[in-house]
């Protein structure tokens, strides 16, 4: 998921004209894009914003951006901590970073912008993607359940399914532009259908099964996985599609 947020954020700022800097000490802007999962995140990205701050000082107009999960944890913290840091932005609007940079330039002041819930699935923004053949394609985002040691829950929110049909348009789209493989995402990925964005999807616990058929009727999509799924909700129906479904590989997370 945080890898493919990042090619999202590749592409709005491609979008925005940012070009990719050659040599990470010729930038003129480091975007994080960070995890929580881990307990030593926090001292991770700390310690790289101290070495990047006397680089900043010395480079005018620099900017540094963080944002992903710590920063939906740490919230204002993170310019407390580092106020060298430009932009802080959450794992539900990372389209705002083109946006935040620019008013943090004009405004000379760091922008702190933490959304409580999905803007847009990031799918449908621009991406800049890093394998010519492979794609990621979000069909849901957030988790409703509450497993005691993680805290995506609390930092992705709800489970929140996008509609089949925009997941089918975009593999399709992906498929025109020769990718051959699409790994389908989701913090609980098999859950798929239980809470649509759209009130006008019903609620459907086999909707992932039959989103797994369909994406066998795109012709030239050569390999479709999935990830992470949850055992509570591997159910029959997924277990069959997967079978009768000739692209689907035979592989599970
Ligand atoms: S199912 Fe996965 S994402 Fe959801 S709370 Fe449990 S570990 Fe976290």
């Given at each position: 998921m945080n890898v493919h947020d990042s090619e999202r954020l590749s592409g709005l700022l491609e979008d925005a004209g940012y070009v990719k800097a050659v040599?990470?000490?010729?930038?003129d802007l480091v975007v994080f894009n960070t995890c929580?999962?881990?307990?030593n995140a926090d001292n991770k990205l700390y310690g790289t914003l101290g070495h990047l701050a006397p680089i900043k000082a010395e480079r005018e107009g620099m900017q540094i951006a963080v944002g992903g999960c710590l920063a939906q944890k740490d919230r204002d913290t993170v310019v407390k901590k580092?106020?060298?840091?430009d932009v802080v932005f959450g794992t539900h609007n990372i389209g705002s970073l083109p946006v935040l940079l620019e008013r943090a330039r004009h405004n000379e002041q760091a922008q702190v912008e933490i959304i409580e819930?999905?803007?847009?699935?990031?799918?449908t923004l621009p991406a800049k993607r890093e394998s010519a053949y492979a794609g990621w394609v979000s069909i849901s985002v957030g988790?409703?359940?509450?497993?005691?040691?993680?805290?995506v829950p609390a930092l992705r929110g709800k489970e929140v399914d996008r509609r089949p049909g925009d997941v089918l348009a975009e593999v399709q789209a992906l498929v025109e532009q020769g990718v051959l493989e699409v790994t389908l995402l989701g913090?609980?990925?098999?859950?798929?259908?239980?809470?649509?964005?759209?009130?006008?999807e019903p609620r459907d616990r086999g909707a992932f099964a039959k989103l797994l058929r369909a994406t066998g009727?795109?012709?030239?999509?050569e390999r479709v996985r999935f990830t992470s799924p949850h055992p509570a909700e591997f159910t029959d129906d997924v277990i069959e599609a997967m079978a009768a479904t000739p692209n689907v590989c035979p592989q599970l997370h």
């Open positions: 040599a990470g000490d010729t930038a929580a999962v881990r307990e580092a106020p060298w840091v819930s999905l803007e847009a699935f990031p799918s988790c409703n359940n509450t497993c005691t040691f993680c805290i913090q609980n990925v098999n859950s798929y259908g239980v809470s649509f964005a759209d009130p006008e009727n795109i012709e030239g999509l």
